[in-house]
C-alpha cells in the first residue's frame, strides 16, 4: 500500500513556518556569548525536524540545508563552538533562507538557488574553519585512530549509490561523510566504474558510488539518521558484519541487523515519524479553517432558526405556552454559550503577527544606523483569524514609518535631551467587544507645520484655511501624502498611510493618531473582534430592511427643510458639525418605492467610509442588533452597495451595507 | 616532360606543434550551478600536451561535482600519459577528496583493479 505523502504537506510547510518563527524569536532573544542551553537546544530541534520532514516529503533541497544548519546547531549545541553575533546573523539568514524554501515549495514556484547554495556553503566553512582551529582535530575527521572506537565496536559495511541528480539537488556526499567519521573510523571506498570520460560526461549529474566501512559503537539508528534526509536520492544499504563482543569476551556470530540489509534496489531506510515543533499544549489539535468555518456557519444558522421560533413561541396560547417560552429561554442561553464557543476556535492570539516585528525592527535599525528597542505587550490577546491575516500589512506599514520618520537620529536624539535608543511599542487589548492595536514610538512626532505646508503646496488645503489639530492629522491619511524629502526604499513615498486606513476600514474598523511634537506619535486602530458577526443598524427602505455597520455610523437625525441646501447640480447637502455633507437617498439608490420622499418625513444616518462622510435618507430606524454575516458573492457575485446578507429572526433576508462602496458608487452615479 | 619536382621535406611550424605544457585556471566558483565553466576549460586543453599544471589558486567553492570532474580528467590524462600537476589547492580540497575516497585518484595513482 503506499501513501500519498502529498496529503501532509500542507500541515508539514505550517508547522514548519510555526517553527521557524520560534527560531527566529528565541535567536532574537539569544545572549551573545552564552546564550540559554534551552535555547540552542530548541533551536537545534526547528532544523533537525525541517530536515526530516523535508526529506520524508521529497524536498531534497532543504533537507539538504537543514543539513548543514544542523551540523552547525550540533557544534553549538555541545559548545565546541561560541555562539556570536556572526553566527546570530548566519542563522537569521538561515531562517529567511529556509522561509524562501518552504514557501517556493509550498507554492510550487522557483526560488533562488544561488543564496540557498551560497549560505549553505558560509555554514560549512564556518565550520570547517573552526575544526581546522581546533586542537588536535587534525585528519580526525576522517578516520580517528583505532583506540578513538569503543572496544565494543561493529563494523558496519555501507554501500551508497546514489542517482544521476544527487548533486543537483544540493546533496553533498562530503557532508554525510563527514559526519558520519564522527562515530568512528570510517574507510571510504570511491567507485568510478561509471565515471565517464571528462569530456563526455555531464558534469552536474553523479556518477560515483561509495563503499563505506564504519567501525563505531554508534547505535544503528544513530548511524542511519545521518542517511534519513537522502530517502529516495540514492540506493543505501548499510550491513553490521560483525557484532559487539559478548560481555565474558565471547565472540558472538556476525549477523546483518535486522533491518539494516535492505534490497540493494529499495530507496532509503524508514525514517523516523517528525514531530515538529510540538505545541507546549499537547492535547491540542490541528484543524483546518473550512471546517471550523463550516461549524461557524451551521451555529449561524442555529441562531436563526432560534430567532425565528423565539417569534413564533410569542404567539403561542395555552397552557404549554409556559413551558415553550422557559425552554426557549434556556435554549438561548445554550446557543449564546455555543456561539461565543464556536467563535474561539477562530480566535488566534497576535503574537502571531507581533512576532514578526522584532526582526524587521533589528534589521531595519541596522540598515537606518538607528538603536531602537520594541516593547511589545498584550501578544496574547486574541483576534478573528481573517482580521488578523489582514492587519499584519498595515502594521507593518505603520512600523516603518515610527522607525524611518518618527525615531530621530542618535545625535538628534542626544540634542532633544532624550536617551539614544528610541522605543518603538506595540499593544493589543480587548476593549468590549473590539480590539485595540497601539503602535507608538517616542520619537520626534507630527511635525505640523511641515504637514500643513505640504498640503498647501499639494493644493489640499487653501492657502489661508486655519485647520485645528485632528484636520493637520488627518492629512496623512490622504492617498499619496508624504512629508519625506527623500522617498527611500523603507517609507517615503506617500504610499502608506491612506492604504494602512483602507485595509483598517475594508475590516470594519477606525484608525485615530495622536502626537505630540517632539515626544512621539500614537496610532490607535479599533477592529472588530470577528467578521463573522456584526453590531448593525437595521434601517426601513420602502419595504425592505437593510442592516448598517455600527463601525461605519456615527449619527442619525432627522431634518428639517431649512436644514438642507440644494446645490447647482440639484445635489443636496446638509450642514453638520462644521461641514456639509451629501445626502445619498437608499431608494433611489437601489430603485424602490419608499415610505418617504420629503427628508423631514424620513430620517438620515450619518455614516463614514472611504474617508467621506454621507447622509443616507432612510425610511425609519428598526433597531440594533448582531447580525450573522452570509456572504452574497458566493452566489450572486458582487453587487454595488451590498457587503453580505443577513436573515432577520423572522425568517426574511436583510442586505449588510458596504458603506463605503456605497458611498464610492453614489458619487460615482451623480457625476455620471 | 614535366621536370622533376624538388623534394620538400614539410617541417612543422612551431605554432603547429602541440604546447609542452598548459595551465588551466579554475574559476572562483567550481560548486555543481557553475560547474560548466571549469568542465570548459578542462576541455580546451590540446589532447598532445606533456605536462599540465591545475591552478587552484582561485578557486573559492567547490563541492563533491567539482572533485568527481577533476577526478575524471586526472584519470584520463592518466591514461593518456599526461603529466598533470596541481597547485594551490588547500587543506578543504584534501579533506574533501580523502571524504570521497579520491585522494589516490587525484594523486594521479592508477585505478585499482
Known sequence: ?672 | MKPARKKVRRTRRTSDLPPKSEVIVAPADCTVRHIGALRDRLCEVSDNVRTITLDLRDLQRFDSATLQLIAAFTRDQGARGTNLLTCGHCAAWDEAAALLGLTATLAGAPEAP
Not at chain 1, 530536515?51 to 553549538?76: R, V, W
Not at chain 1, 555541545?78 to 548566519?90: G, K, N
Not at chain 1, 492617498?479 to 483598517?504: C, I, L, Q, W, Y
Open chain 1, 1 to 672: 500500500m503506499t501513501i500519498d505523502l502529498t496529503q501532509f504537506h500542507g500541515a508539514f510547510f505550517d508547522e514548519s513556518f510555526e517553527a521557524l518563527d520560534l527560531m527566529e524569536s528565541t535567536l532574537l532573544s539569544f545572549t551573545v556569548g552564552s546564550p540559554d542551553r534551552e535555547s540552542v537546544n530548541a533551536i537545534f530541534r526547528v532544523a533537525h525536524s525541517i530536515k526530516g520532514g523535508g526529506a520524508t516529503f521529497g524536498f531534497g533541497e532543504i533537507a539538504s540545508f537543514t543539513h548543514s544548519l544542523e551540523t552547525l546547531l550540533e557544534e553549538l549545541r555541545s559548545e565546541r563552538m561560541a555562539v556570536t553575533q556572526p553566527i546570530c546573523d548566519l542563522l537569521l539568514k538561515s531562517v529567511d533562507v529556509m522561509r524562501a524554501m518552504l514557501d517556493a515549495a509550498r507554492t510550487k514556484q522557483p526560488h533562488d538557488a544561488q543564496s540557498v547554495t551560497d549560505l549553505q556553503l558560509d555554514i560549512e566553512r564556518l565550520i570547517l574553519k573552526h575544526k581546522a582551529g581546533a586542537p588536535g582535530s587534525a585528519a580526525a575527521t576522517l578516520a580517528p585512530s583505532a583506540s578513538g572506537a569503543a572496544p565494543a565496536s561493529v563494523e558496519w559495511l555501507i554501500s551508497l549509490r546514489p542517482d544521476p541528480e544527487f548533486f543537483e539537488r544540493g546533496t553533498d556526499p562530503a557532508r554525510i561523510f563527514r559526519e558520519l567519521g564522527r562515530f568512528g573510523s570510517l574507510v571510504v571506498t570511491a567507485q568510478l566504474d561509471a565515471l565517464p570520460s571528462y569530456r563526455a560526461m555531464d558534469p552536474k549529474r553523479c556518477y560515483l558510488s561509495w563503499s563505506l566501512s564504519l567501525l563505531s559503537n554508534a547505535p544503528e539508528t544513530a548511524i542511519r539518521e545521518v542517511f534519513e534526509w537522502l530517502n529516495a536520492d540514492c540506493e543505501l544499504t548499510l550491513t553490521a558484519i560483525s557484532s559487539p563482543p559478548a560481555p565474558d569476551g565471547t565472540q558472538t556470530a556476525a549477523a546483518p541487523a535486522p533491518a539494516a540489509a535492505p534490497d540493494a534496489t529499495a530507496p532509503a531506510p524508514a525514517i523516523e515519524p517528525v514531530q515538529i515543533n510540538a505545541p507546549p499544549d499537547a492535547g491540542s489539535i490541528r484543524v483546518g479553517v473550512e471546517k471550523v468555518d463550516e461549524l461557524i456557519n451551521t451555529v449561524g444558522e442555529l441562531v436563526i432558526t432560534h430567532a425565528m421560533l423565539s417569534q413564533i413561541s410569542l404567539g403561542v396560547t395555552g397552557p404549554a405556552a409556559d413551558g415553550l417560552r422557559s425552554g426557549m429561554q434556556q435554549l438561548e442561553r445554550n446557543m449564546r454559550q455555543l456561539q461565543e464557543s464556536v467563535m474561539r476556535v477562530r480566535m488566534l492570539p497576535i503574537s502571531t503577527v507581533f512576532s514578526r516585528f522584532p526582526r524587521m525592527v533589528r534589521d531595519l535599525a541596522q540598515r537606518l544606523n538607528k538603536q531602537v528597542e520594541l516593547k511589545i505587550t498584550g501578544e496574547t490577546t486574541e483576534l478573528d483569524k481573517t482580521v488578523l491575516e489582514k492587519i499584519g500589512d498595515p502594521l507593518l506599514h505603520l512600523v516603518r514609518n515610527s522607525l524611518d520618520h518618527g525615531i530621530e537620529s542618535a545625535a538628534g536624539r542626544a540634542a532633544a535631551g532624550k536617551s539614544f535608543v528610541g522605543t518603538i511599542h506595540m499593544k493589543a487589548s480587548h476593549h468590549g467587544g473590539s480590539i485595540v492595536i497601539e503602535v507608538g514610538d517616542d520619537g520626534s512626532g507630527l511635525d505640523a507645520e511641515r504637514i500643513v505646508a505640504k498640503a498647501r503646496a499639494a493644493g489640499l488645503v487653501g492657502a489661508a484655511d486655519k485647520l485645528s489639530e485632528e484636520q493637520i492629522q488627518e492629512l496623512i491619511f490622504n492617498p499619496g501624502f508624504t512629508t519625506a524629502e527623500v522617498a527611500t526604499d523603507v517609507s517615503g513615498r506617500g504610499v502608506g498611510m491612506d492604504v494602512v486606513r483602507s485595509n483598517v476600514i475594508e475590516l470594519g474598523g477606525k484608525i485615530e493618531v495622536h502626537s505630540e511634537r517632539g515626544r512621539g506619535a500614537r496610532f490607535l486602530i479599533t477592529l472588530p473582534l470577528t467578521l463573522a458577526i456584526v453590531d448593525g443598524l437595521s434601517v426601513a427602505v420602502g419595504d425592505q430592511t437593510y442592516i448598517l455597520p455600527m463601525t461605519s455610523t456615527i449619527e442619525s437625525l432627522r431634518l428639517t427643510p431649512s436644514q438642507v441646501t440644494t446645490i447647482a447640480d440639484g445635489r443636496e447637502v446638509f450642514g453638520f458639525r462644521n461641514e456639509y455633507l451629501p445626502v445619498v437617498r437608499l431608494y433611489k439608490f437601489f430603485g424602490l418605492i419608499p415610505r418617504a420622499r420629503a427628508l423631514h418625513e424620513g430620517l438620515v444616518v450619518v455614516v463614514e467610509g472611504a474617508g467621506r462622510r454621507v447622509g443616507l435618507f432612510v425610511d425609519d430606524l428598526l433597531g440594533q442588533q448582531q447580525v450573522v454575516i452570509k456572504s452574497l458573492e458566493t452566489h450572486y457575485g458582487r453587487v454595488a452597495g451590498i457587503s453580505a446578507a443577513t436573515i432577520l429572526g423572522d425568517g426574511s433576508v436583510a442586505l449588510i451595507l458596504d458603506v463605503a462602496d456605497l458611498i464610492r458608487s453614489a458619487a460615482h452615479r451623480e457625476a455620471a
